[in-house]
């Protein structure tokens, strides 16, 4: 089993930054690609970003290309997601995802943090 925890979120004004981390616990992470999806008040569970094992590739929404970064530290455990300029329309709460096929769709992934909120405001 795998747990995740992410951490970071907050209250930000419109074009500063935030990086969020996701520790994860309980089991090996060797394999596993990891990602962020986000939730916003009264809409569906959307991707975000995706990073594989390795972190030889990457994959973002379109919506956020250019301006956030997933990284990861294998040897950590850690994951995370570097947010820049940041966007009202970004707000949401941000879950990240784990799962042994790339996490670009969340029938890919295993497992779930519990989420942070993030809060943009204009």
């Known amino acids: 089993q795998v747990q995740l925890v992410e951490s970071g979120g907050g209250l930000v004004q419109a074009g500063g930054s935030l990086r969020l981390s996701c520790s994860a616990s309980?089991?090996?992470?060797?394999?596993?690609?990891m990602g962020w999806f986000r939730q916003a008040p009264g809409k569906e569970r959307e991707f975000v970003a995706a990073?594989?094992?390795?972190?030889?590739?990457?994959s973002y929404a379109d919506s956020v290309k250019g301006r956030f970064t997933i990284s990861r530290d294998n040897a950590k455990n850690m994951a995370y997601l570097q947010m820049n300029s940041l966007k009202p329309e970004d707000t949401a709460i941000y879950y990240c995802?784990?799962?042994?096929?790339?996490?670009?769709?969340?029938?890919?992934?295993?497992?779930w943090g519990q989420g942070t909120q993030v809060t943009v405001s204009s």
């Open positions: 995802a784990a799962g042994r096929l790339l996490v670009w769709r969340m029938r890919e992934c295993d497992y």
């Open positions: 309980g089991r090996t992470m060797n394999y596993y690609s």
């Open positions: 990073i594989t094992w390795s972190g030889d590739f990457t």
